[in-house]
């Protein structure tokens, strides 16, 4: 069945450290992949998107990076801040051009 | 740019009644909205695609009677939640795709969402 993983235990680090996420797919082939930030109580803001040929692309602090082979997406923030606290989503696409389907999101939590 | 508008922000309704909530896109034109429904700590689920001047779709195990999505304009989605109860109770989410940004027509852009509470 088709899956999309992102580690469901909240990911605590320290302010200025270098935040990474997962996110790893199974049966699906999909020619892009999106991260979203989702604040408490919101709707996802867009943040990244990276095609199936594209290897890694950055955005400010934001660099994303796909691999097809081992299906699997790393999102990274660079000199994280508290500001940066938030649940944060992939995105692949289902296929059809058109839908997304989601993966749980990894809640992020920055301390001072 | 490419701002959504959802309204109402939070609803609290009897059970047995019906409740409206409406997606905008302000500044785009979206031939494509999506509504989707997010439980507590749970991944945003996918319930249709509503496309302008069209039926919308529907995902597998969503009742269409229940949920109506009219998408009447390029700017305008609408679900209304048909005989809430309270197991309809939950967090509304609309976004749209912008018809006209080329490279970039995959984003979806998300309202603040809805959040329901059926009595």
């Known amino acids: 069945s088709q899956k999309i993983e992102q580690n469901s235990e909240a990911l605590n680090i320290q302010e200025g450290k270098t935040a990474t996420l997962t996110c790893n797919y199974t049966?699906?082939?999909?020619?892009?992949l999106q991260w979203y930030r989702q604040d408490p109580g919101r709707g996802p803001v867009f943040l990244l998107l990276?095609?199936?040929?594209?290897k890694e692309k950055r955005k400010e602090r934001l660099k994303v990076t796909f691999d097809t082979t081992l299906k699997q997406s790393l999102f990274h923030i660079t000199a994280s801040q508290p500001a940066d606290s938030a649940t944060y989503l992939c995105?692949?696409?289902?296929?059809?051009?058109?839908?997304?389907?989601f993966g749980t999101g990894t809640q992020l939590k920055v301390e001072l | 740019g490419a701002v959504v508008s959802q309204h109402p922000s939070w609803v609290i309704c009897k059970s047995g009644t019906s409740v409206k909530i409406e997606c905008r896109s302000l500044?785009?034109?979206?031939?494509?909205m999506f509504w989707y429904r997010q439980f507590p700590k749970q991944s945003l689920m996918l319930m249709a695609t509503?496309?302008?001047?069209?039926?919308?779709?529907?995902e597998q195990g969503v009742e269409k009677d229940k949920f109506l999505i009219n998408h009447a304009s390029l700017t305008l989605s609408t679900l209304t939640v048909t005989s809430a109860h309270p197991e309809d109770s939950s967090f509304y989410i609309c976004?749209?795709?912008?018809?006209?940004?080329?490279?970039?027509?995959?984003?979806?852009?998300f309202g603040a969402g809805t959040r329901l509470s059926v009595l």
């Open positions: 990276i095609r199936e040929n594209e």
């Open positions: 995105a692949l696409d289902a296929g059809g051009g058109n839908k997304l389907t």
């Open positions: 976004s749209a795709r912008d018809r006209g940004s080329g490279g970039a027509k995959n984003i979806q852009y």
């Open positions: 509503s496309n302008e001047g069209s039926k919308a779709t529907y």
């Open positions: 500044d785009f034109q979206a031939t494509t």
């Open positions: 049966n699906y082939s999909p020619a892009y």
